[in-house]
């Protein structure tokens, strides 16, 4: 199939999923997640009606962008982001999904006085407790959006989690639920500065199941793009690395 064709597809189940869900299906915004994609394919899918690119690797993310930043989409990063990548990232960027530790959010900071201006974010959590995926602990969660809000660069805009890779739904689902949790208690308390927007959950795989749970803002890649050429464990380590590690002390 081609891109347009699987893109189309992917609408229709975004469609069907959030009329299940009880939301129209233009509530649920479509980030195509496109490491490794050339960027000859991720422009035929912008003109198939693709509006949001989601890239991982800042080196990456700023060739494709020096070849499709005339092409009407929206850039936003979705991977690990070290601190030494922040001046970079901020190039192309128009949100951060991953915004995960309070040194990085200083960072962030630093660098947008700087450039005079803010930024759209999204806070990180790791739902499935697993090492290897980045994001804040979910007990640590409004703790760490409280202290983001205090930075008037950072607008908190939503959260954003990559569930467990199981085929048990119910683990999966578990996941979505606590993200879900901790959005609503955010709107409820209100914290500040801070707008519960956007529920960023459900990849390829599970965001059938990420809409019914209360996403309004998918990321996918393989349905759209086909099977990538690297491995995932390139894009999240089975171990964190040694820099990850001091930088989160
Ligand atoms: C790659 C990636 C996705 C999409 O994964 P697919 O399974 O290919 O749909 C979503 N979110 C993040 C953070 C990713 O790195």
Known sequence: MSIKENLEQVKQ???RAAVK???RPEDIILVMATKTVEPERIREAIKAGGLIIGENKVQEAMKKYKVLKDEDAEWHFIGHLQTNKVKDVL???DMIHSVDRLHLVEKLDQRLQQEGRSLDIL?????SHEESKY???PEAA???IKQTARYDTLKVRGLMTIG???KDEVKIRTCFKMLKEIYDNVIKEGVDRVQMKYLSMGMSGDYRIAIEEGANMVRIGTAIFGARPTPDAYYWPSEKTDADRAEQM
Request: aromatic share 8%; hydrophobic share 55%.
């Open 13 to 15: 189940n975004i469609a």
């Open 21 to 23: 869900a009880g939301k």
């Open 91 to 93: 190039t192309f960027a």
């Open 123 to 127: 806070i990180q959590v790791n739902t």
């Open 135 to 137: 994001g804040v602990a």
């Open 142 to 144: 409004v703790s760490l």
């Open 164 to 166: 467990l890779f199981t």
